[in-house]
């Protein structure tokens, strides 16, 4: 697999529910290595990104897995947990906005409000469950891949339409792109 197996909006699949995984298979193992491959491939072709975490649904399979990076600060580590039914329990803490990208919105961020703390519970890729709390950027990107197994993608909690998109630039920095090229983009729920 590589970053070209990747889906992107408008592909209408991103707005599915993925289904739960009842049975940890051959084949699940064989999709988080397609999944871990993509998302590293991708990462490789972008020099001032990380590939922090991938949802099955971005290479086309409509199942509740999602990939997170075991380091967000190191990108030679390059090992990812995985969570298999990931949900969130309880959200807690305050509301933030904060920057975010996706591999499937294709060179659009956005300024997305989130809660800054969540209790989360998963299995992990041997069938057992695993049950944390997360904080901060963490507590973020768990609520964004959440998402993605609800067929919810960033944009769709972005009401403000002025100054909530940015483009990356050539230099890696955000800039300020305007919300008529983002409607262009085609990238919004009907
Ligand atoms: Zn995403």
């Known amino acids: ?76 580590d390059r090992s990812f947990t995985v969570l298999i039914n990931p949900e969130v329990v309880k959200y807690e803490g305050d509301i933030v906005t904060e920057h975010e990208g996706c591999l499937s919105v294709r060179d659009i961020y956005g300024a997305v409000p989130r809660h800054d703390k969540i209790r989360m519970k ?25 998402d993605h197994t609800n067929g919810i993608c960033f ?7 002025e100054d909530a998109f940015f483009v990356l630039t050539e230099k890696g920095d955000l800039e300020p792109t305007p919300y008529a090229n983002v409607v262009e983009a085609g990238i919004f729920r009907e």
């Open 155 to 161: 944009i769709d909690h972005i009401d403000t339409q």
């Open 122 to 146: 998963a299995l992990d890729e041997n069938g057992l469950e695993i049950r944390a709390r997360a904080e901060g950027f963490l507590a973020r990107v768990l609520q964004h891949e959440i």
């Open 1 to 76: 697999m590589t970053k070209d197996d990747i889906i992107t909006l408008p592909n209408p699949a991103l707005r599915e529910k993925s289904v739960r995984v009842h049975v940890i298979t051959d084949e699940t193992k064989q999709l988080i290595d397609d999944m871990k491959a993509a998302a590293l491939d991708w990462e490789d072709s972008r020099p001032h990104e990380i590939a922090v975490a991938l949802a099955a649904v971005q290479i086309n399979r409509l199942e509740r897995v999602v990939i997170v990076r075991s380091d967000f600060e190191n990108k030679e």
